[in-house]
């Protein structure tokens, strides 16, 4: 059975910075693309960023282009967000999922992590 957990979270100020990960198990991560997304309260879960599963191809919500970015490690079976020039507007619950689609929509990936809280204070 495949899980994910992340980890890294946590309350950072305005401008700062925090890397997630993400660590698959049950399977290897290079048979999945890898996705962030994230859920703020009283909205709905939004797509962050997406990694191939080679690690050769990614995407990112306008949101935060130039600001965030994804990798991964297949060998530790990790999947990285870099986060950077973190605004208040970035706090939100951050999932880690896996799946065979590369896309924005939540439909794509089958797998799901239990999040991760991000804070961004002003």
């Known amino acids: 059975q495949v899980q994910l957990v992340e980890s890294g979270g946590g309350l950072v100020q305005a401008g700062g910075s925090l890397r997630l990960s993400c660590t698959l198990s049950g399977r290897t991560s290079s048979s999945y693309n890898m996705g962030w997304f994230r859920q703020a309260t009283g909205k709905e879960r939004d797509f962050v960023s997406v990694i191939s599963y080679s690690g050769t191809s990614t995407a990112f919500a306008d949101s935060v282009k130039g600001r965030f970015t994804i990798s991964r490690d297949n060998a530790k079976n990790t999947v990285y967000l870099q986060m950077s020039s973190l605004k208040p507007e970035d706090t939100a619950v951050y999932y880690c999922?896996?799946?065979?689609?590369?896309?924005?929509?939540?439909?794509?990936?089958?797998?799901w992590g239990q999040g991760t809280q991000v804070t961004v204070s002003s």
């Open positions: 999922a896996a799946g065979t689609g590369f896309g924005t929509s939540r439909s794509e990936y089958a797998y």
